[in-house]
């Protein structure tokens, strides 16, 4: 039977009623270099006074045990009008819930650890094989209070207005309200020819964010865009796992990025020379001299700004690979991460792990693929064949062999195949801690053994080659 024109399909119906999804897109480094001084000197006054305000109500949102609240009433006494005082509450309350939630995400894993370290230790007593010696029983270090060191404004439309500019020669005015009542400044903006086409025939947001550097002020604009959910219900899972030696390890045996190698050794010199600079200051500081040189280095920056672009461009090639995939990464929690050596936080601090998860949540939006976080408990030592769960699956960085079943792989791809599996499982997601997801890893083990039992042939996996098991292999 013929389709009658201009009739919808069952497959333009389906299309109808996929989810749209809404972003946000920030155009930054937008230089406020056409005002003149007069104007930038009146802004520089109001943002020392915003900035002190901001600060104390970032300290007490930190310390109360309430949780922070933008519509609380002002408490601290200031120069600013109320509408200032009220943007100057919500950017507070912001930074601080920030702070507070990574903070309690961090005691959480170390209680969690800490958990883990005193069974570890009862089983060791209880059956007289000594603990390693390399496993220290974790330390709990508080947290010091945000401190805002960069002047920064993050306005809405109550006290910063972003106007057309209309037959001029700069492409917009911002109208900022200021100490002196009535006299707001009008700053103009004027922008190059890539922030041109960004905002051709957008509507800006009217969220605004000022922020100054180097004596220069900058500028930040945005605008939303509906991005259609282009990925199939019935798409392959793909796993990603995240690590340092390479930065996304996929389920299908593919590795993007790595830390080592160049940008490691960039991190190492420029440490050194901190280091160097740190204890010159130390001698001169002995001595008298109050003019003392900064600690700060300019390689750092660098370094941080190509280790970002190397973690896009490894996520722009997984998804190039994986175009029409459902891609399942770790909640990664890189707060709660430490090592004992500082040498080792410094490298877990370079490789900036955090930027990973964000770069793929925005990476696939604004390509309407779909992806979801799953919980990264023990992934790296579950057995993505028969779940058994121990830190001696992984004798050294690369290598996963499991001491029941004998399946060996890469530790890496071993932990993405675990990720891609955890997708929809909602036992899982309904555990609240580690030690929940311990419990039903080992039951999950046990099933296994009384279906399969311990003779199993060994996979043909080799901790190089990374080729995925096939379902029946894995159990």
Not at 69 to 95: H, M, N, T
Not at 267 to 292: F, M, P, V, W, Y
Not at 450 to 469: M, W
Request: aromatic share 8%; hydrophobic share 35%.
């Amino acid at each position: 039977m013929s389709q009658k024109p201009g009739k919808a399909t069952k497959e333009d119906k389906q299309k109808r009623k996929r989810k749209k999804q809404t972003l946000t897109h920030a155009v930054t480094h937008i230089r406020l270099i056409e005002a003149n001084p007069g104007k930038l000197d009146a802004l520089d006054q109001l943002v020392v006074v915003f900035t002190a305000l901001c600060q104390q109500y970032v300290t007490l949102f930190c310390t109360t045990e309430t949780s922070p609240d933008k519509y609380a009433d002002p408490v601290f006494e200031s120069e600013l009008s109320e509408r200032w005082q009220r943007v100057c509450l919500q950017q507070a309350a912001g930074i601080a819930k920030s702070w507070r939630t990574t903070r309690q995400t961090a005691y959480a894993a170390y209680l969690e650890d800490l958990a883990d370290y005193a069974d570890a230790k009862a089983k060791a007593e209880t059956s007289g094989v000594p603990l390693d010696r390399k496993r220290k029983e974790p330390a709990w270090r508080e947290w010091t209070m945000p401190e805002l060191r960069v002047p920064c404004i993050q306005a809405n439309a109550n006290v910063l207005v972003v106007e057309k500019a209309e037959d001029s020669t700069f492409d917009y005015w911002l109208r900022i309200s200021t100490l002196d009542k009535g006299t707001p400044l009008r700053v103009p903006v004027k922008l190059a020819s890539y922030h041109k086409k960004a905002l051709e025939g957008r509507t800006l947001n009217t969220s605004t964010t000022l922020h100054k550097r180097k004596g220069i002020w900058w500028l930040t604009l945005s605008f939303d865009l509906d991005v259609p959910l282009e990925t199939e219900p019935s798409a392959p899972r793909v796993g990603a796992d995240v690590g340092i030696a390479n930065f996304i390890t996929t389920s299908t045996g593919k590795r993007y990025g790595s830390f080592h190698g160049k940008l490691a050794r960039r991190q190492k010199r420029d440490r050194e020379k901190r280091r160097r600079k740190a204890k010159l200051r130390a001698c001169l500081k002995k001595k008298g001299i109050t003019k003392l040189p900064s600690t700060s280095s300019a390689g750092g920056q660098r370094l941080g700004r190509h280790v970002r672009q190397e973690i896009n461009r490894a996520v722009n090639l997984m998804i190039a690979d994986h175009p029409n995939a459902r891609i399942i990464y770790e909640d990664l929690s890189v707060a709660s991460m430490r090592f004992k050596a500082r040498c080792m936080n410094a490298y877990l601090y370079a490789s900036n792990l955090a930027h990973i998860p964000k770069q793929i949540a925005w990476a696939t939006a604004k390509r309407g693929m779909a992806a979801h976080t799953v919980k990264a408990a023990y992934s790296s030592q579950e057995c993505s064949r028969c779940h058994y769960v121990d830190r001696a699956n992984r004798p050294n960085q690369q290598t996963f062999l499991c001491r029941v079943c004998g399946y060996r792989n890469h530790a890496d791809c071993n932990a993405s195949q675990n990720l891609a599996s955890r997708f929809g499982d909602n036992e899982l997601a309904a555990c609240k801690g580690k030690k929940e997801v311990k419990t039903l890893l080992i039951a999950r083990h046990e099933a296994w053994k009384q279906t399969y039992g311990l003779a199993v042939v060994q996979p043909a996996v080799c901790a190089v080659s990374c080729t995925p098991v096939s379902l029946a292999q894995r159990g």
